[in-house]
């Protein structure tokens, strides 16, 4: 992370973490003391860059498989988890809470009343001023925030005050044929058909929307769709606060979209996605 900082301006980064993990398989337990040091300790290593850090609990809205207020956990079990990492992280401004990694195959409204509760108690636990990120249906894709429904339901979420100061829509988008990132090459830029119709909605009731994850292989299609999709969120800084690139870390250089560097005897040298699209 310090790489990316200090050479490459990144100053945002999203830290996955599993629901099952945090509380080591006790489904509505207290947070595991050992399981929680060693996530904070990614956390704390993310903070002392001076970055913005996304707590992001990746589950899909599940717990083994069951929907959460869905016919699987309770939403009470839920809020638990998140106001217990409210509570420990209600000090530190550059942590977001991300509620959920790509909810998907629920129904957008229920979820939107989960959403609700978890927003409700992350204030009331004491974070009341950081962002938090709302996720949708359909892997909280771009492309489809609004025509699922995610859009509408989710733009009803408040803060207990019943503003919506901080609260950022949360979206995911690829660029290969079926949005996975793992469909092989990049074939759009994602702007016509997501970028621009979400960025109209979001002008039209002044909110915004953060791209939490994006990505490509190493080919010149991805770098030029890339690019161009970076280049459009940036100049529409208004709606998009920006992105994060998906994946770097414990990846393997050889996974298919990695941006982890290579070092070579302590000198990084970045993915070409990294230098030539991501890096700001």
Known sequence: ?????????????????GWQFLVNGVLGGTLNSAN????????????????????DIHNYARWDGGIIGQGGPTNAQFVSLW????????????????????????????????????VTAIREAGATSQMILLPGNDYTSAGTYISDGSAEALAAVTNPDGTTTNLIFDVHKYLDSDNSGSG?????????????????WLNSIDRQALLTETGGISSSACATYM???????NQNSNVYLGYVGWAAGSFATTYVLSLTPTDNNGVWTDQPLMTECLAR
């Not at 200090?6 to 999203?14: E, P």
């Not at 690019?227 to 969120?233: D, V």
Request: proline share 3%.
């Open 184 to 200: 092989g090459d990049c074939v759009t830029n994602n702007i016509a058909t997501a970028f621009q119709p979400l960025a109209t």
């Open 36 to 55: 929680l040091s060693e996530y904070n300790a990614l956390v704390q290593a993310c903070l002392s860059t001076g970055a913005y850090c996304i707590i």
């Open 227 to 233: 690019c161009e999709q970076i280049a459009f969120l």
């Open 83 to 118: 106001t217990q990492l409210a509570e420990y992280y209600a000090s530190d401004s550059k942590i977001l809470f991300g509620v959920m990694n790509e909810p998907h195959d629920l129904n957008v409204t229920i979820w939107a009343e989960t959403v609700q509760e978890v």
């Open 1 to 17: 992370m310090s790489h990316f900082v200090n050479n490459d301006d990144l100053n945002i980064f999203r830290l996955p973490v």
